[in-house]
């Protein structure tokens, strides 16, 4: 993985020492809070209902054993012993003292971390597939572009402040698990009929109020031009974005109202203006990115493996784990296995710091000492030998992490609610555990197979229920909490919106309405479907029928 190099060690050392600086004259009281606020947001400091939150940025999901055990020391030493992995592959903290603040980002440049562009209207941590330089279906590596990308945008003085935050995601595989069709921008890595890798870019995805599936304004952009073309797209953006309504603000807006076309027209023309200003890294700087990326020297092993043959025909969930919870290497023998950090009636993405810390370890004896996090708020460990998983299962499940419910119903992705952010309508964590707790028969799971549910607490979507096979959306209805059901949404190559069910359901309802929509899917599916073929295939009414009666 990436290492620092002198200057970023002392970029991040001033920003510490800056923000300590302005976290003092805040505590003294010769920094109003209204102007504090932009200088906490720069360093990824919030103010949630109840206390700050920190949240850190783990670069395209990417942490090393050490980083996750400093992780589990934060949460110990400055919080209530726990942290919550996020949407965007980061953690957050939802109880540190602004005093501490300070002290914490000073503890996380120890191991090369920080909170910077986590939150504000910039680039924010550039996402991709929590599988990428393991994946057995992988065109390239994503993570090095992401890093240059990271590097370009960090502190960009012309891109600090757009009119909103910004998102980007790269997916290196033709399986979409980093939603880059729900981005600012999103890049999926190809390569043309010569074997050059290269970029189709698209432009103007989001969720929020206005959920939009990004357009592709370019089918193949070579891998030399990646920074002078995202700098064209963020220029245009820049210059036009509204900065006078922030709900108008996305670059999806502005895409929608000039069309996909002509932006891709406008982006063309600035990137014809400026692509020969030296803005891309030569040849020689990608490459020098890329070996920090370079494959650990993994062994060719036998794929068949006796004993987690023999230990999955005698222990029903571990032969779910190993069937849902593993994917498939590109070194024979060998598998990512993602630890779910959804037991069932947990808080989904929450881990405590002794589960961290047990993670690292098992990091170094199974899987190079690296981990990963997934934008579906679980944890990697991508390079793992078979013949490690029956001992590598039995210390997870010690540790209540060895839930088997990866891609099932109960690997739920859940903001915070109303539990903890300022923004929120209504809660999600319960929704989460209830629903959990109604479907805890791993049996019962299985048989539904593969589906997704996402739950937002508000209109702004960090639950991302617009890309779910079924989402819930929490909202003020009257001064009560009012969940509105969606169903047909997918984050994945299909990308879809789903679509609003009909009138919403207090926290109960809302469990049994999923429940009458689960029982249709199994009435009505045909030999092999999913959930969402069989959406797509019968469409909403037989689902409204059920649910809301047929009158």
Same mark, same amino acid.
């Given at each position: 993985m990436y290492a620092y190099d002198k200057f970023d060690h002392k970029l991040v050392e001033a920003r510490v020492a800056e923000f300590r600086d302005q976290?003092?004259?805040?505590?003294?009281?010769?920094?109003?809070?209204?102007?504090?606020?932009?200088?906490?947001?720069?360093?990824g400091l919030y103010l949630q209902l109840h206390a700050y939150m920190l949240r850190v940025a783990v670069p395209y999901g990417t942490l090393s054993a050490n980083q996750v055990?400093?992780?589990?020391?934060?949460?110990?030493?400055?919080?209530?012993?726990?942290?919550h992995f996020t949407t965007r592959q980061n953690i957050q903290y939802n109880w540190p003292k602004l005093s501490e603040t300070p002290d914490i980002l000073t503890e996380l440049a120890e191991v090369e971390m920080h909170a910077i562009q986590t939150s504000g209207n910039c680039i924010r941590n550039v996402t991709t597939?929590?599988?990428?330089?393991?994946?057995?279906?992988?065109?390239?590596?994503?993570?090095?572009?992401?890093?240059?990308?990271?590097?370009?945008?960090?502190?960009?003085p012309e891109f600090s402040f757009l009119p909103r935050k910004f998102k980007i995601a790269i997916t290196g595989a033709p399986t979409d698990r980093a939603a880059v069709k729900w981005h600012d921008i999103g890049l999926i890595l190809k390569k043309n009929d010569k074997g050059e890798v290269g970029f189709e870019v698209l432009v103007g995805g989001g969720m929020g109020r206005?959920?939009?599936?990004?357009?592709?304004?370019?089918?193949?952009?070579?891998?030399?031009?990646?920074?002078?073309?995202?700098?064209?797209?963020?220029?245009? !953006?820049?210059? /036009?974005?509204?900065?006078?309504?922030?709900?108008?603000?996305? %670059?999806? #807006?502005? @895409?929608? +109202?000039?069309?996909?076309?002509? !932006?891709?027209? /406008?982006?063309?023309?600035?990137?014809?203006?400026?692509?020969? %200003?030296? #803005?891309? @890294?030569? +040849?020689?700087?990608?490459?020098?990115?890329?070996?920090?990326?370079?494959?650990?020297?993994?062994?060719v092993l036998p794929d068949e493996v006796d004993g987690v043959t023999s230990l999955a025909k005698n222990n029903f969930i571990f032969a779910s784990w190993v069937k849902n919870n593993t994917h498939p290497h590109k070194v024979p023998g060998h598998v990512a296995i993602t630890?779910?950090?959804?037991?069932?009636?947990?808080?989904?993405?929450?881990?405590?710091?002794?589960?961290?810390?047990?993670?690292?370890?098992?990091?170094?004896?199974?899987?190079?000492?690296e981990i990963r996090v997934s934008h579906e708020q679980?944890?990697?460990?991508?390079?793992?030998?078979?013949?490690?998983?029956?001992?590598?299962?039995?210390?997870?499940?010690?540790?209540?992490?060895?839930?088997?419910?990866?891609?099932?119903?109960?690997?739920?992705?859940?903001?915070?609610g109303l539990d903890y952010c300022a923004l929120a309508n209504a809660r999600s964590i319960p929704i989460a555990q209830n629903i959990t707790n109604r479907f805890d028969d791993m049996k019962r799971i299985q048989n539904i197979g593969p589906l997704k549910i996402k739950i937002s607490g508000c209109i702004n979507a960090c639950g991302h229920h617009h890309a779910g096979h079924i989402g819930i959306l929490g909202v003020d209805k009257k001064g009560e909490e009012s969940y509105q059901l969606l169903l047909g949404g997918s984050g994945a190559e299909d990308a879809s919106k789903a679509t609003i069910l009909g009138p919403g359901f207090d926290e109960f309802g809302i469990v049994d309405a999923l429940e009458t929509v689960v029982a249709v899917y199994l009435g009505e599916r045909e030999e092999g479907e999913t959930f969402l073929e069989t959406y797509r295939r019968t469409g909403p009414q037989i689902f409204k029928e059920a649910v809301y009666g047929a009158a």
């Open positions: 976290v003092e004259r805040r505590v003294k009281g010769e920094l109003t809070e209204e102007e504090f606020r932009p200088l906490r947001l720069m360093n055990r400093k992780l589990a020391h934060i949460a110990r030493k400055y919080d209530k012993g726990y942290g597939d929590q599988f990428a330089g393991a994946a057995a279906d992988e065109v390239a590596d994503p993570r090095p572009y992401a890093e240059l990308l990271r590097q370009w945008s960090t502190f960009h206005t959920p939009v599936i990004g357009k592709t304004i370019r089918d193949f952009l070579p891998e030399a031009d990646l920074l002078s073309y995202m700098e064209a797209i963020l220029r245009v !953006y820049n210059e /036009q974005g509204r900065r006078d309504n922030k709900y108008k603000a996305r %670059i999806k #807006i502005l @895409v929608e +109202a000039l069309g996909a076309e002509e !932006y891709a027209r /406008q982006t063309e023309a600035e990137w014809e203006r400026i692509k020969d %200003i030296p #803005i891309d @890294v030569p +040849a020689e700087e990608i490459a020098r990115i890329r070996a920090f990326f370079a494959p650990p020297p993994l062994p630890i779910s950090l959804k037991p069932h009636g947990g808080i989904p993405g929450d881990a405590t710091a002794e589960q961290m810390e047990l993670v690292a370890s098992l990091a170094d004896e199974y899987s190079q000492s679980n944890l990697i460990l991508p390079h793992v030998a078979k013949k490690d998983l029956p001992a590598l299962w039995t210390d997870l499940d010690e540790a209540g992490l060895g839930t088997a419910n990866v891609g099932l119903l109960t690997d739920i992705i859940a903001c915070p």
